[in-house]
């Protein structure tokens, strides 16, 4: 699959309970963040956002935190599910551009 | 709306030869990306279009090349194949700079 050779950090939660993924981003210039899923055999999906303006934004059973003191963004999955279980990746845009430089993913697996 | 599409879905080539990719954005989205995913290098950014101009750049040779149509369609070749580019080719399309970007399912290019 896409991740052979790709050292990834991984993670394995037991359904049900809370994940952390957590990223550090590079450069202060940036101001949008971005996480996706991807499973696989497809492409990236949309997960949540959030804009350099805010610390933290909710959507569906998913929370972002976003320190731009020390350039840190975390995503939390709430009552992890089995098809929560992917890669997922940070995304940081910088201002103006549509250029988004990936970090290099954390793989997530969900135990029944 | 139907989500980002592209086409071939696979692809086997042999060195020395070129390849064009088609990207077909969501409808409404001017700005078409293309990111170059492998296990060794992950996500890389190849370059961005918008109402027909390519935008940003990112660090690939001249061999990777693009285009972008007036109905915003998008596609990529990449001529005088190496064995390095096998690797998943993502578009992604938005509104416009700055704004979220959504992914199509890829095209797995395989290089003999």
């Known amino acids: 699959g896409e991740s052979v050779g790709l050292h990834l950090p991984t993670l394995s939660v037991q359904e049900g309970d809370n994940s952390i993924i957590n990223c550090a981003y590079s450069?202060?210039?940036?101001?949008?963040f971005i996480w996706y899923k991807q499973e696989s055999g497809k492409g990236p999906q949309f997960i949540i956002d959030i804009r350099s303006n805010m610390d933290k934004r909710q959507g569906q059973r998913v929370t972002v935190l976003l320190n731009k003191t020390v350039k840190h963004l975390s995503l939390q999955i709430a009552a992890t599910q089995p098809g929560d279980s992917a890669v997922y990746f940070c995304?940081?845009?910088?201002?103006?551009?549509?250029?988004?430089?990936f970090g290099t993913g954390t793989r997530l697996t969900v135990i029944p | 709306k139907a989500g980002v599409t592209q086409t071939p879905r696979y692809l086997i080539k042999t060195r020395g030869q070129q390849v064009t990719l088609s990207c077909s954005p969501i409808s409404g989205h001017r700005s078409v990306s293309w990111y170059q995913q492998t296990p060794g290098q992950g996500l890389q950014f190849l370059f961005e279009?918008?109402?027909?101009?390519?935008?940003n750049k990112g660090n690939f040779p001249g061999r990777f090349s693009g285009r972008q149509f007036s109905n915003s369609r998008s596609e990529m070749n990449v001529s005088t194949l190496e064995l390095g580019d096998s690797a998943l080719y993502l578009c992604?399309?938005?509104?416009?700079?700055?704004?979220?970007?959504?992914f199509g399912p890829g095209t797995r290019l395989t290089v003999l």
């Open positions: 279009y918008f109402s027909e101009t390519q935008r």
């Open positions: 995304a940081e845009n910088r201002a103006g551009a549509n250029n988004l430089f």
């Open positions: 450069n202060s210039a940036s101001d949008y």
């Open positions: 992604a399309s938005s509104l416009g700079a700055g704004d979220t970007q959504y």
